[in-house]
């Protein structure tokens, strides 16, 4: 009766095997440097010191949010698409494609260019993400991962205007 009802679900979404395989992976491969990228976020939010401190501390709490939503949204359509999202540290640890977070860094320029290095990196991937799911024929996952590469751009922005 299981298997019945995933076919069902899949045939209601319109989507082809293929492009619900092809999503799922492609997504969860998203979620886990999402994930790897809000501790980036954080472990520079708690460890950071000097000029523009509380400009710059304040405003990562506010791209951690955006970056969790994202992992959220992200996570929330491998299920719609009858997947089992990966977000556990084992896996993050073990899939995400970002470099590692260094732990010696304080000064808020340094913390500045290792975050958009980072999210520059995974916005690429989101971009490449975006091709993947619309060749594939889910126009769905595609839009979604448009609005995240959008905000990932806009953050990005904001904080390379801090390193002028």
């Known amino acids: 009766m299981r298997k019945q009802e995933a076919s ?8 082809e095997d293929n492009a619900r395989k092809t999503s799922i992976e492609t997504l ?4 886990s440097d999402s994930i790897a990228l809000g501790l980036a976020v954080k472990q520079a939010h ?3 010191k000097g000029p523009n401190f509380i400009a710059v501390h304040e405003f ?3 791209v951690y949010a955006r970056v969790l939503a994202h992992t959220d949204v992200m996570a929330e359509r491998v299920q719609i698409l009858d997947g089992r999202a990966m977000g556990t540290a084992e896996v993050v640890k073990d899939s995400t494609t970002l470099k590692p977070y260094p732990t010696d860094v304080t000064k808020v320029q340094d913390h500045l260019k290792e975050l958009c ?11 490449k993400a975006i091709d993947s799911t619309d ?5 769905d996952t595609a839009d979604l991962l448009t609005g995240v590469s959008r905000e990932l ?5 904001f904080l390379e205007s801090h390193l002028e």
């Not at 969860?28 to 979620?31: F, L, Q, T």
């Not at 290095?117 to 971009?127: P, Q, S, Y």
């Open 28 to 31: 969860n491969a998203r979620v």
């Open 153 to 157: 751009d806009k953050d990005l922005w």
């Open 60 to 62: 990562l709490d506010a």
């Open 135 to 139: 060749d594939s024929g889910d126009a």
């Open 8 to 15: 069902m679900a899949v045939n209601v979404k319109g989507l």
């Open 46 to 48: 708690w460890n950071m």
């Open 117 to 127: 290095d980072r999210i520059r990196d995974h916005g690429e991937k989101v971009r």
